[in-house]
């Protein structure tokens, strides 16, 4: 989009939510037709030129569900997106990752400065594009995992760097893949300088965000070459219900002992967890992880949605 578009659609954006102005009023300031109007302002809410804040915790039901899971798996907090059973899983996701970012936005507007941990997924990336921009160069935000493909190339897995350029916060990486081809190489990585320094700022950070995922098919860990086929077969005969930071886990919580994990490179969480990590995640193929997540006492904050959060209390 070109920058006079852009300014073309702030402007009329601004005139209409700011200065209350009608379409036809806009429309006549800018030569155009009231169809016109309303195109352009759906197109400043599509490009986030706009962006809605609505308080989901104004919403007595998800207050409700959110206290009853604190008080079930001893949670210290847990935001729940609203959904009905109706809502699709775009919608679901979409709620899901709006609420996530007024969480993290809590935490960026604190006045102390604050050292933020991230580890990786869709649904972590979606709620830092969403998330304000800010000025808070006091603040740190550091990687849980490795950043780069086993190729070098850069990975998807990165959060670090849109967090920052969103927050102005000072960066930290880990520079290498999330996943190295032995137990041997993990060894020698965790004995340089560079690994110590970062994974010990990321150990002790204020606040840490994580994804829970079910191992699938089509899983990253396959697409970004860090698994073999083969190996996540074998993980799923085992009993591998999720994982958190490639760390695989059982339907009752329980780490999965084998290779893949003595592989992993990066910050490992061991349950029960004491520092603040919050898993954001949601939808019906997350149900089951999820779960697995809270009874192992792998994460102790959650944001999640209504449906899932029904779930999680009838199970």
């Not at 898993?279 to 193929?285: L, R």
């Not at 102790?300 to 209390?313: C, H, M, P």
């Amino acid at each position: 989009m070109s920058d006079a578009k852009t300014e073309l659609l702030a402007r009329i954006a601004w005139l209409y939510y700011v200065n209350k102005k009608t379409q036809e009023e806009i429309g006549n300031l800018f030569g155009l037709s009231r169809p016109s109007v309303q195109r352009h302002l759906n197109q400043a809410l599509d490009s986030r030129i706009v962006v809605t804040r609505i308080d989901h915790q104004q919403i007595s039901q998800c207050m409700e569900l959110s206290e009853r899971i604190c008080e079930r798996f001893e949670l210290r907090q847990c935001d729940i997106a609203p959904s009905n059973p109706q809502t699709n899983l775009t919608e679901i996701r979409c709620n899901i990752e709006e609420t996530g970012a007024q969480v993290m936005e809590r935490f960026i507007r604190k006045p102390k400065p604050i050292t933020f941990a991230l580890g990786s997924g869709t649904t972590l990336r979606n709620c830092i594009d969403r998330i304000d921009c800010f000025n808070r160069p006091e603040h740190n935000v550091t990687s849980l995992a490795g950043l780069t493909t086993p190729n070098g190339t850069q990975s998807e897995f990165d959060l670090v760097t849109p967090f920052a350029n969103k927050t102005g916060a000072r960066r930290y990486y880990f520079p290498f893949p999330l996943v190295l081809p032995s137990p041997e190489e993990r060894l020698a990585l965790e004995g340089l300088t560079i690994y110590s320094v970062v994974e010990a700022l990321a150990s002790k950070a204020d606040i840490s965000f994580v994804s829970i995922s079910p191992l699938l098919i089509d899983s990253p860990f396959l697409r970004e070459g860090f698994m073999e086929k083969a190996e996540l077969e074998k993980l799923i005969k085992t009993g591998a219900c999720g994982e958190i930071l490639g760390q695989v886990f059982d339907e009752h919580g329980a780490i999965i002992n084998s290779t893949f994990n003595e592989r992993l490179a990066g910050v490992r969480i061991e349950p029960p967890t004491s520092r603040l990590i919050i898993g954001i995640s949601g939808g019906s193929s997350k149900h089951r992880p999820i779960l697995a997540a809270l009874r192992g006492q792998w994460i102790n904050g959650l944001v999640t949605d209504e449906i899932t959060a029904r779930y999680l209390l009838e199970h």
